[in-house]
């Protein structure tokens, strides 16, 4: 019986309003649907090859082995180059740019394979056709952007209007339209009167379950998905009428194809083709979208009510964290910068001019112990004190902050030990506070900008203010001991000096808040004098790794004077030189040691300092010999990349007295484990090396291109004869440069000079030379390796007929001789369009397609250059030849030469102990961060507590807590219980709770007020 209920369709059962809040771009402006057109399309595409291609694939796939070997050698490469670039964000990038050109190269070598031709997909029509409808595309959209931006410059549109569009964004949704278009075409025809299909199966013997009789099987059902495709096309892609309906669009259109039955064409078709109808639907569609966000910017910004829209903004509201340095950037102009102002630096600051002695120049009191702008007492009376030490810090936005929060916290409760540390009266930060120069982008967006998420500053305070006259006390306080708030004080680092220190007197010694912490700090070296005899002293080493003798002057005589003989006094510099100088077997910080030894005189109780990002701590071993120093502190991880800790597990002295490593974080063992990343991810993490080392390996191998000479690996018949002839040919080739190629042997020599200076100072020079030949004996195997490949699969393809076939337009020519078949032509379009544009409209695609087609112009002349010498090609064709060499190699070196390196880095780090810091620059870990918490008890002693976070989140949202208590009335963030703004997206991953401790001993105040031997304190852990 039949039934009056009418199919339901699959658009009829969707709800449009969840499908046009799911396409629509959540941010408010600008509104981009590229992203979204290009999901569609790729969707589309494997929808419409799987349900023509699926049975054929099947059938053709036990008969093209070796085709499919070379697909899956060629996939490899591509896929290895690409793999850093894999779910980033869609963006006028480099790694934007490397997904287009991937997918140029790849298309343009996988079309030539016979394996598509022979699943019946007919590459070169859907190429062709997709390099002119982009040419198209562009031309058009061009023309209407400046028709448009001319109707605003008139006035005759909205302001919002005057925004000129990226030319990348064009490019890129030229490209989606014409690979939509392309797809519509090769699986729906072109065809004005739509055909049905049948499809003839033959059953592979690979696969058994094409003889089962089950048409209701999965696989029968995924088989015939053509069926549906062909509904798809004759209801959606249908004609969409003839010319005659439209006179005015008649001379203006694309007509379809000639409609062929029992061996006869008509003469021509009055159907628009609906590939046209298609193409002018899409840029309509662009183009209606383009004017409306323009015009008005509300339609396609606010899909959905209100306020749902305000409720969804907030909870995608993310902070705009800077990612880690990337050190090994071939593209950074922040690295070459700092390398010119280290150079600067070196040369000029060093030795020639210190801003250290400027600023004891400045200072008006002779007096150290009257010097208000280097001695701060304002704790000096408080019955106990808890305070905060961090370095290292302005690097991945993810790591500071994590840090930051916590510093922030109005407590810190652990929750293995049920301890509760409450939040800092003062900070300490030793230096290094951005990455990788200090310039008034970094200090910001690296240093402020964390520091103010954690904890805000006060209302009034403007980030454009100078203080002058510091301290600059809130409204109401008249004196630093009565500020109930959080202070800083900070040394600066090596990095800070690059610049020598103009960045950072201009935002630490003349500004008042870092973030919700309050800075009196005038001078970059302090002291400070904290409850029951402690004392901190800040030291700035510059570029010198000592003290000026200015600093001396002023802390030796403050000692003198103010420092009692039984009180503890704490020493803060950046660089740990105990841990530096036994790795260098140098001697540094002569001033420091002769100020330790000989003025302080065993009240040295704690040493601390930041420069190597992780955290280890070193205890002296009971003896009869003197104890100048009790304890050696190293804690760098308050956000740059981590540092290995087992290269320096072996330390063990310092002035002659015993030390023993009581902590470590990470431990020798994850730190030794963690070094196996330069293996599997150097490249993953510095994809920017590409830049560099894809250069370097087609310098080495330049000179020898092409091979022509390869039929003696081609002729061998077994697999181990191959293998040989191929490795005798790559030993030929070696032979060849150090003979007669100048171009690679100057890159080899040159590589190997930089491969040996590289190598740390610390190795003697006959182990450096060693090391270095190995590593670049290395890369030059790799890259001739990689040639060799390269010049036999080319040879491969010519010989079979696949490359250099007809000339470097093969595939132009090819598609003028179908053009006319598939695209009448009965109203002369084509003839107008050369004349108006003077022939340059089949000369663009022309030349697209030839510049398109690399393997063939590169086949091409390969063949030239081995029938008639090199001296056959002009300097422009041997430019066009190394240009398109160049083009596959450097895909195929980039992931080599990433591994070669990163095994090179492996083997020094783990085997050899050098490169510590090369190492693990290259790996940019955010995690493993931590920071140490000091509190003064009432006895005075010191417990010392070190807290770290294994994982840092990457993905933050707003607290909803810090929210409702910023919209009350007005008052400091620290009187706040929620201080900082983000919190991590899961809560299990927020450092608030995962942080731990990791070290914990006691410093017990000094007893006896004379030197001995032996310890002054004990130490509990």
């Not at 480099?94 to 991937?102: E, K």
């Not at 003839?242 to 159907?271: H, M, N, Q, R």
């Not at 830049?691 to 330049?702: A, C």
């Not at 002349?861 to 300097?875: A, T």
Request: with cysteine.
């Amino acid at each position: 019986m039949g039934s009056d209920k009418q199919p339901v369709g699959l658009l009829d059962t969707l709800n449009m309003e969840k499908v046009r809040t799911i396409f629509t771009h959540t941010y408010p402006y600008p509104h981009e649907h590229s992203r979204h057109a290009v999901i569609a399309v790729f969707i589309g595409c494997l929808f419409f090859i799987s349900s023509d291609n699926m049975h054929t694939l099947i059938q053709k796939l036990d008969s093209n082995i070796k085709w499919w070997s070379m697909y899956a050698c060629l996939l490899g490469f591509f896929y290895f180059f690409s793999s850093p670039f894999i779910g980033k964000t869609i963006k006028p990038s480099y790694s934007n740019f490397s997904r287009w050109y991937i997918g140029w190269i790849l298309v343009a070598a996988l079309y030539h394979l016979p394996s598509f031709q022979s699943m019946g997909v007919d590459m070169r029509m859907n190429l062709s056709l997709f390099l002119t409808i982009y040419i198209s595309s562009i031309l058009f959209l061009l023309v209407f952007h400046i028709v448009f931006i001319g109707l605003w410059y008139i006035g005759l549109v909205a302001r919002v209007a005057g925004r000129r569009p990226a030319i990348l964004t064009i490019l890129q949704n030229c490209a989606v339209i014409s690979v939509a278009c392309c797809v519509f075409y090769s699986h729906c025809g072109n065809r004005a009167i739509m055909r049905q299909k049948t499809y003839d199966r033959k059953y592979s013997g690979w696969f058994t379950l094409w003889n089962k009789e089950e048409r209701n099987s999965w696989l029968a059902k995924f088989v015939r998905m053509n069926e549906f495709k062909d509904q798809v096309c004759s209801s959606w892609f249908a004609p969409v009428g003839s010319a005659t309906d439209y006179p005015f669009l008649s001379k203006w259109v694309i007509y379809g194809e000639l409609t062929c039955s029992g061996g006869s064409c008509g003469e021509s078709a009055d159907e628009i083709s609906p590939i046209y109808s298609l193409w002018a639907t899409f840029i309509g569609l662009y183009i209606a979208n383009y004017v409306v966000e323009r015009s008005t910017g509300w339609a396609l910004t606010h899909p959905v009510s209100q306020k749902e829209f305000e409720k969804l903004k907030k909870k995608q509201m993310k902070p705009d964290f800077l990612d880690m340095v990337p050190w090994y950037s071939g593209t950074s102009a922040d690295l070459f910068k700092t390398v010119f102002d280290l150079l600067v630096s070196v040369t000029v600051f060093v030795g020639r001019f210190d801003m250290r002695m400027m600023q004891a120049a400045m200072s008006k009191v002779e007096d150290a112990a009257k010097q208000d702008d280097l001695l701060y007492d304002q704790f000096s009376e408080q019955d106990e004190l808890w305070f905060d030490f961090m370095a290292d810090t302005g690097d991945g936005g993810n790591s500071s902050y994590s840090v930051a929060r916590l510093l922030a916290q109005p407590s810190i409760r652990i929750r293995d030990s049920k301890i509760t540390l409450p939040r800092a009266n003062l900070l300490f930060i030793g230096g290094d506070l951005a990455y990788p120069n200090p310039s008034a982008f970094t200090y910001e967006r690296r240093l402020f900008r964390p520091f103010e998420y954690a904890l805000q500053p006060p209302v009034w305070y403007k980030e454009e203010h100078i203080a002058v006259n510091k301290p600059e006390l809130p409204r109401g306080v008249t004196t630093l001991k009565q500020y109930e708030g959080p202070q800083c004080f900070v040394i600066p680092g090596n990095h800070d000096w690059f610049d020598g220190l103009q960045t950072f007197m201009r935002y630490i010694c003349h500004k008042s808040w870092l973030g919700g912490w309050f800075m009196p700090q005038k001078k970059s070296y302090f002291a400070l004098q904290l409850p029951k005899g402690w004392w901190v002293f800040g030291l700035d080493l510059a570029l010198h790794c000592d003290i000026d003798v200015y600093q001396f002057k002023f802390f030796s005589e403050l000692i003198r004077e103010k420092v009692g003989e039984s009180d503890s006094v704490i020493i803060m510099t950046h660089e740990p030189n105990w841990l530096l100088d036994w790795y260098w077997d140098d001697v540094t910080g002569q001033n420091i040691s002769h100020l330790i030894r000989d003025h302080l005189r065993g009240r040295c109780k704690l040493r601390m300092a930041g420069d190597l990002h992780h955290y280890m701590r070193h205890s002296y071993v009971p003896s009869e010999k003197p104890v100048y120093v009790q304890h050696l502190l190293v804690n760098g991880c308050g956000g740059a990349f981590l540092h290995p800790t087992h290269v320096f597990s072996n330390f063990n002295s310092l002035y002659g007295t015993s030390y023993e490593s009581k902590a470590s974080y990470p431990s020798f063992e994850d730190s030794s484990r963690i070094a196996l990343g330069n293996i599997l991810k150097f490249r993953k993490k510095n994809w920017q090396f590409d830049f560099i080392g894809g250069i370097i390996y087609f310098i080495l191998v330049f000179s020898m291109f092409p091979q022509c000479k390869l039929d003696h690996i081609l002729q061998d018949d077994t697999f181990s004869g191959h293998i040989t002839s191929f490795l005798g040919t790559v030993w030929d080739a070696f032979t060849y440069m150090l003979g007669k190629s100048y171009v690679s042997s100057a890159g080899a020599f040159f590589l190997l000079v930089t491969a040996v200076t590289f190598v740390p100072s610390k190795v003697s020079r006959k182990r450096r030379l060693i090391i270095g030949i190995l590593h670049v004996s290395a890369h030059l195997s790799a890259a001739l390796i990689l040639m060799l490949l390269l010049e036999l699969g080319v040879e491969t393809c010519i010989r079979h007929n696949l490359l250099a076939t007809s000339g470097y337009h093969t595939l132009y020519e090819w598609y003028r001789s179908t053009e006319s078949e598939h695209f009448p032509d009965p109203t002369g379009l084509r003839a107008r369009i050369e004349q108006w544009t003077f022939g340059l409209y089949p000369a663009c695609i022309k030349y697209l397609m030839s510049a398109f087609d690399v393997p063939e112009v590169m086949a091409v002349s390969r063949n030239n250059i081995c029938k008639n010498g090199m001296d056959s090609l002009s300097r422009g064709g041997a430019a066009i030849y190394y240009a398109s060499v160049f083009l596959y190699f450097w895909v195929f070196s980039t992931p080599i030469v990433s591994l070669v390196f990163g095994s090179y880095l492996y083997i020094c780090i783990n085997w050899l102990h050098i490169h510590f810091d090369e190492a693990f620059s290259s790996l940019r870990i955010a995690n493993y961060k931590s920071f140490t918490r000091f509190h003064i008890n009432p006895k005075g002693d010191l417990e010392v507590y070190t807290l770290a976070v294994d994982k840092v989140p990457k993905e933050w949202k707003l607290d909803p807590s810090w929210e409702v208590e910023s919209k009350l009335p007005q008052n400091q963030s620290h009187f706040r219980k929620f201080p900082s703004k983000w919190r991590s997206v899961s809560s299990q991953q927020d450092p608030v709770n995962t942080v731990r401790i990791v070290d914990h001993f006691v410093i017990e105040q000094t007893v006896k007020p004379e030197f001995v031997a032996s310890v002054n304190g004990s130490v509990a852990h």
